[in-house]
């Protein structure tokens, strides 16, 4: 005998309490079913939201990732190899490429690697950089 019919037998024979309780048990069940049902969808909803996030992307062009770096990194940190912390903020990060692109290729490769080796190397790069920037902003 199904459910429904139970009930309905329950009423004709004036089983109140027991029609009270078996419903409320139904009621139970089939929220909880729905409650999974819903949850599984959700979730599988949500999956299928975010699988797209794990598909490359396709290259950005130079004014949006412009655009990007100035709202999130302000500041870029890179830490060094003498457990330091080198800071640059926009500006400074554009003077050393500046810098960086005007050097010779011998001379770009110790830019680098005093860029990544001391707090004194990476200041002594920085304070280069924007020594040369003052003087292109002079001349320019």
């Given amino acids: ?19 009270h309780t078996v419903l409320s048990e139904e009621l139970r069940e089939r929220a909880a079913a729905l409650m999974e049902q819903i949850y599984r969808n959700e979730t599988k909803t949500l999956l ?15 004014q949006e990732k412009q655009q990007i770096t100035k709202i999130f990194y302000v500041e870029k940190a890179y830490q060094l190899k003498d457990g330091n912390v080198g800071v640059l ?12 692109k005007n050097l010779n290729n011998e001379n770009k490769e110790r830019m680098v690697k005093l860029l990544s080796e001391s707090q004194e190397s990476f200041n002594r790069v920085l304070n280069l950089a924007k ?9 320019g």
């Avoid at 797209?52 to 062009?61: A, D, F, G, K, R």
């Fill in 48 to 62: 299928e939201s975010v699988t797209p996030l794990m598909v490359p992307s396709t290259p950005i062009n130079t």
């Fill in 89 to 100: 903020a926009e500006e400074d990060r554009e003077m050393v490429s500046k810098l960086y």
């Fill in 131 to 139: 020594v040369e920037n003052k003087k292109g902003t002079k001349n």
């Fill in 1 to 19: 005998m199904t459910t429904p019919q139970r009930l309905v037998e329950m009423i004709l024979r004036g089983k109140n309490e027991q029609f």
